[in-house]
């Protein structure tokens, strides 16, 4: 089982929409979430960290499900500039704790 | 004032050269990693080091040889380059992970490497 698995999509949406997804993951004991974006040619960008009572961040909200292992990442009000792939990570039980990046989530938001 | 720099941002370059890659960031951070992008978009950790010791080590060929001189720069070189070395290689800055707790990590724009 791979320890960080994200639905590969695409969303397709239109401008305006609300698009969620989420991504599971294998360790229980992971402490660290986050959800990076990247856009076709460009490296990761933090988008945010995944806090256990959930946060916020203008229009994204990320919730965190320790009981069932799973991230999510809702977008309010989609843009255009949204489209993207989004990218799942966590920290993997490995003795050096390393990050492991989900293959990501491909949204697209069409006008 | 860009946060963590790549040089160079492409590389063309025939199989059996040998090739480096650096990487400098300015955010203060004290850990450096290496990253694979291969066509398949996963995002492999190939090699971390906090304070110039090597702490991640990845099953990487030993073609792969980083180098730390200090907590701001992490270079990658590569000898006897193979076509399936070809891919984008992320350079990244953190703090230091706190036991199970890491940090965010900043990404550098990233090497394109083609191997012919």
Not at chain 1, 40 to 49: A, F, N, Q, Y
Not at chain 2, 67 to 85: F, M, Q, T, V
Request: glycine share 6%.
């Amino acid at each position: 089982r791979k320890e960080v698995e994200q639905d590969p999509g695409p969303f397709n949406v239109p401008e305006g929409a609300t698009v969620a997804f989420n991504c599971t993951y294998s360790n229980s004991a992971s402490q660290s979430f986050f959800w990076y974006r990247q856009d076709c040619r460009k490296e990761p960008k933090l988008l945010m960290s995944v806090y256990s009572s959930g946060n916020e961040d203008g229009r994204f909200t990320a919730q965190l499900n320790r009981a069932s292992q799973y991230i999510s990442l809702l977008i309010r009000d989609s843009k255009l500039s949204d489209s993207a792939t989004y990218l799942c990570v966590v920290n993997a039980l490995t003795a050096d704790y390393k990050l492991s990046f989900g293959a990501g989530t491909t949204v697209t938001v069409r006008a | 004032d860009t946060a963590v720099s790549q040089t160079p941002k492409y590389l063309v370059t025939q199989m059996g050269n040998d090739k480096s890659i650096k990487c400098e960031q300015n955010l203060g951070h004290d850990t450096m990693y290496w990253y694979k992008q291969d066509s398949k978009k996963f995002l492999k950790i190939m090699f971390s080091y906090n304070n110039k010791e090597l702490i991640i080590n990845e099953t990487v060929p030993n073609r792969f040889s980083p180098k730390s001189p200090d907590k701001a720069h992490l270079n990658l070189h590569i000898n006897s380059l193979e076509l399936g070395d070809s891919a984008v290689y992320f350079c990244a800055s953190s703090h230091a992970r706190q036991g199970r707790l890491n940090y965010e990590q900043y990404f550098g724009p990233g090497t394109r490497l083609t191997v012919t």
